[in-house]
């Protein structure tokens, strides 16, 4: 008996798409799972190394006490978290994580500051920042908040290669969640980054209460945007205690994993994130994102504040999977158990879930 395969056409440049319509999105989410799968997974294979992984690190430059009200953070000064707040990091230290990323086996440096939009006063140092990491051989991102053209512009001049800022959620839900920036500011900054000549890392989060409408929705937006963000990140809500969303519901793992087969649909190109929430979840539901179509992680014990696979769990489970970095890890194994194990724990240093 011969059983019907869908038809997948290959897909061309010409093929992206900015025009996607909401019923559109939510019948590829409708899909039966493993049609999605195989549909998500055909079109990676078309843009992307289906065995390599992009690996970052993050860090927070600058932790807690911000303005913004963003319901899921733990680095709101509006919410009792318990987190410690820290002043922006001397140049120097931020150097030395940055080696000690290298050493690791990243190749992107993304560094954050709990800000709704940098000072002018702390405009030198975060561009020294983006200069040094840029010596080391590292690529650079950055999420500092909002960004007006001529702070854009200073960034990318520095050698900025990336800026995150992220929608969060769909434009109807996203008044649930933050009230002191608007979806149009979110959208201005994007704009802006994108002038300046800089690659958009953007995505948003799931488990805040959203429908699926919803998440539909902000995978629609993102792939409407003029160009595809270069990176989307998918990020999974940790929930912290003290913040607004600490007991909101879980999200189904499948409907995560088709998440991200959806958004590697919509944005064949893009680097797909699997971003915070990572800690929780199976080696086994990670790896059934990497075959939806995920091709990018954070890398270490951290995400801002909040925990992530131990670098060297990730390597084994990269080594089971058969996936390599992007950019392979030059380190001998012994150098680096060494400087994993030499690693203070830093999980009092670092805040915000969403990147
Ligand atoms: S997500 Fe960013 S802007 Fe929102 S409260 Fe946290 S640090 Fe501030």
């Not at 093929?15 to 590829?28: C, G, K, P, S």
């Not at 050493?103 to 954050?112: N, T, V």
């Not at 793992?253 to 959806?262: E, S, W």
Request: one cysteine or more; aromatic letters at 6%.
């Amino acid at each position: 008996m011969t059983i019907a395969q869908p038809a997948i056409a290959a897909h061309t440049d010409a093929n992206l798409r900015h025009d996607w319509t909401l019923d559109e999105v939510q019948a590829l989410f409708s899909k039966p799972f493993n049609d999605l799968l195989f549909q998500a997974q055909t079109l990676h294979r078309q843009y992307f190394d289906p065995n390599a992984v992009q690996v970052s690190t993050l860090l927070s430059i600058k932790t807690g006490a911000c303005p913004e009200d963003c319901k899921y953070c733990p680095q709101s000064a509006r919410y009792d978290t318990g987190l410690e707040k820290e002043r922006l990091m001397e140049v120097e230290a931020v150097l030395e994580k940055a080696k000690a990323a290298k050493a690791a086996g990243s190749d992107r440096f993304c560094m954050g500051a709990a800000w709704r939009s940098p000072h002018e006063r702390d405009m030198p140092y975060v561009l020294a920042m983006v200069k040094g990491v840029k010596e080391l051989g590292l690529e650079t991102c950055m999420t500092l908040g909002m960004l007006d053209e001529g702070k854009a512009q200073r960034l990318a001049e520095a050698g900025l290669d990336y800026y995150n800022h992220n929608l969060d959620t769909s434009p109807e839900f996203y008044g649930e969640i933050i009230s002191t920036r608007t979806y149009e500011d979110r959208l201005g900054t994007l704009d802006n980054v994108r002038k300046a000549g800089m690659k958009v890392c953007s995505g948003g989060i799931l488990g805040m209460g959203e429908s699926k409408r919803d998440r539909a929705g902000l995978l629609r937006q993102l792939a409407n945007l003029p160009q595809h963000p270069d990176s989307v990140p998918i990020n999974q809500l940790v929930k912290v205690a003290g913040t607004p969303l600490e007991n909101a519901e879980e999200v189904d793992p499948l409907d995560f994993i088709r998440t991200i087969a959806v958004a590697r649909i919509l944005m064949p190109k893009s680097h797909v994130r699997l971003s915070a929430g990572r800690e929780q979840m199976t080696e086994e539901m990670q790896a059934m994102c990497f075959f939806a179509g995920a091709n990018s992680i954070f890398y270490g014990e951290c995400l801002l504040t909040t925990p992530n696979p131990a670098a060297n769990k990730d390597q084994a489970l990269f080594r089971k999977l058969g996936i390599n970095s992007e950019h392979k890890v030059t380190q001998a194994p012994a150098e680096l158990e060494a400087i994993l194990a030499s690693r203070p724990d830093e999980s009092a240093q670092y805040s915000r879930v969403g990147v």
